[in-house]
C-alpha cells in the first residue's frame, strides 16, 4: 500500500522484520522484487515483497474463518519416544500444541460509485508448552481498515489504518525477557514506547492523462 513496514526496533525478542502483519485475507495482491530496484524501494540488501491489502467495491462481501490445531494431529518427538524407548525407558506424552486462528472481513459500499469502506479482523493463538514443562502463550491481534473515495472522475483519496498487537503470557518483558513466569503477562505492542506498531497513511491520486498522474 505504499508505506515502508519495516521495523526499526533493536528489539529482538519481537522475532520480526515487520511493523504490521495484515491477516492473510485482507492481502489483494503481492509481488516479490528483486534486484536492480527502482528508487521507491530502497535499503533492501535481498528481495523486496510488495503488499497491496483488498478495498471495498459496490458489492458487500466478507468472509469468516477458523482454523484449530492441537497434540492429537501431532507426532510424538523423537525425544520424547524413540530416544527414551530405545534406551528401556518409559515414553514422554507428546508436548501440548494448541493453536486457534480466526477472524472476518467486510467490504462494500457507504455511497455507490463514489464511497467504499473495508475492514478485516485476524487473531492467532498459539499456547504452548516448552521443554521445561512451563507453559507459553502468544496471542497475535491484527485490525485493517480503508476508505477509498472516488472525490472526481479524476480524484481518489484513500485511508488506510492498521494496528497490529503481540502478547506473551508466561513471559516477563525488559531485561528478563527469556524469563519463563507461569501467569505473567508481555505486552509486546507496549513494552517498548517510541516503537511503530501500527501504520496510518492518507493518500491521494491525481489522473491528468493516459500517461501522467500524482500521487501524494
Same mark, same amino acid.
Given at each position: ?14 522475532? /520480526? /522484520? ?16 528483486? %534486484? ?13 515483497? %510488495?503488499?497491496?491489502?483488498? %478495498? ?14 492441537d497434540e ?6 523423537? =525425544? ?23 477472524? =472476518? ?11 467504499? =469502506? ?15 514443562q512451563s ?5 497475535? /491481534? ?17 485511508? =488506510?489504518?492498521?494496528?497490529?498487537? $503481540? ?22 505492542? $507496549? ?9 496510518? $497513511? ?9 500517461s501522467l498522474?500524482?500521487?501524494?
Open positions: 500500500d505504499g508505506v515502508d513496514n519495516n521495523s526499526i526496533s533493536t528489539n529482538v525478542q519481537e522475532l /520480526t /522484520t515487520q511493523v504490521s502483519r495484515p491477516s492473510i485475507d485482507a492481502i489483494e495482491e503481492f509481488k516479490v522484487v528483486t %534486484s536492480p530496484y527502482a528508487a521507491e524501494y530502497g535499503r533492501a540488501p535481498g528481495a523486496a515483497i %510488495s503488499v497491496i491489502t483488498k %478495498s471495498g467495491t459496490n458489492t458487500f462481501r466478507g468472509t469468516g474463518y477458523y482454523y484449530f490445531r492429537r494431529f501431532d507426532s510424538n518427538t523423537y =525425544f520424547n519416544q524413540d530416544f527414551r524407548t530405545e534406551r528401556g525407558l518409559e515414553p514422554l506424552a507428546k508436548p501440548s500444541n494448541d493453536q486457534d486462528q480466526f477472524g =472476518f472481513n467486510l467490504g462494500g459500499p457507504i455511497l455507490k460509485d463514489r464511497l467504499w =469502506f473495508y475492514g478485516s479482523y485476524g487473531e492467532n493463538d498459539i499456547r504452548v508448552k516448552r521443554l521445561n507453559n507459553d502463550k502468544t496471542r497475535l /491481534t491484527t485490525y485493517t481498515a480503508k476508505l477509498n473515495w472516488q472525490a472526481t472522475p479524476n480524484d481518489m483519496v484513500s485511508l =488506510f489504518w492498521f494496528q497490529g498487537g $503481540k502478547e506473551k503470557i508466561g513471559r516477563t518483558g525488559g531485561a528478563g525477557g527469556l524469563a519463563h513466569l507461569d501467569g505473567t503477562l508481555w505486552d509486546q505492542g $507496549k513494552a517498548w514506547p517510541g516503537n511503530p506498531h501500527g501504520l496510518t $497513511k492518507l493518500e491521494w491520486s491525481r489522473t491528468f492523462g493516459p498522474f500524482l500521487n501524494l
